[in-house]
């Protein structure tokens, strides 16, 4: 079996940092994706990469900058962090063809102080 | 609009059916139905998908109406670990195959001893 793994696991920041997070999977999907969750509230997307250099945005992605490096990897780049503001970020990949479900990664806290 | 609509919140004890139903008044033909659950501190699990009929596997049922404008989720003899929100999508395959899944409030469910 495959894994997708975040890190970090917690972030704190200060206000107006730019910081990255970063997501590995290794199921050799060819879809990643990076979500947004609030406490208390559904996942919004950010960006997702349909294969290697792919970007796309989603609904969320103002603020933010992606990077798919290589098929493996997918980051994200907050880039200037709001203060007080606090969410988890959440990684997923799929084989990107029908009847495929999506994987997640268990998240990455954020923290702006 | 919002393409799914859920109960907000539901209450069981342990061993008890439990069925989370989901309303998509607005299902287009090409769009697939997608249940997913989260757990604290968990990004979320895919459960089952379907397009219309019924659906079984290891972990739970799917029923989705004729006109495939509601589905319901049961879940057989929940156990407390089975407390999460569960989230009802729909989606378009399309060529970009499970790019856009977008999750609504969904329904937490909570189970008593």
């Known amino acids: 079996g495959g894994i997708i793994t975040q890190t970090p696991k917690f972030l704190i920041g200060q206000e107006g940092q730019k910081l990255t997070l970063k997501c590995q999977q290794n199921?050799?999907?060819?879809?990643m994706y990076w979500y947004r969750q609030d406490s208390g509230k559904g996942l919004r997307l950010i960006y997702y990469?349909?294969?290697?250099?792919?970007?796309q945005k989603g609904d969320l992605s103002e603020g933010y900058d992606a990077s798919r490096e290589k098929k493996s990897s997918f980051s994200l780049t907050v880039t200037s962090a709001q203060k007080n503001e606090m969410a988890v970020f959440l990684c997923?990949?799929?084989?990107?063809?029908?009847?495929?479900?999506?994987?997640f990664g268990s998240g990455t806290r954020l923290l702006v102080i | 609009l919002a393409k799914t609509t859920q109960p907000p919140s539901m209450e069981a004890y342990e061993g008890q059916e439990v069925n989370v139903s989901c309303s998509h008044t607005?299902?287009?033909?090409?769009?697939?139905i997608y249940w997913y659950r989260q757990v604290p501190h968990q990004g979320p699990q895919f459960i089952i998908q379907g397009y219309k009929d019924y659906v079984v596997n290891e972990v739970a049922s799917l029923f989705i109406s004729a006109d495939r404008k509601l589905s319901t989720l049961s879940l057989p003899w929940v156990s407390l670990r089975d407390a999460a929100v569960y989230y009802c999508i729909v989606t378009d395959r399309g060529n970009n195959a499970g790019a856009k899944l977008t999750f609504g409030g969904g329904t937490r469910l909570t189970v008593r001893p």
């Open positions: 997923a990949s799929s084989t990107g063809t029908a009847n495929s479900d999506y994987t």
């Open positions: 199921f050799n999907h060819d879809t």
């Open positions: 990469s349909i294969t290697e250099n792919d970007l």
């Open positions: 607005n299902i287009a033909t090409s769009e697939y």
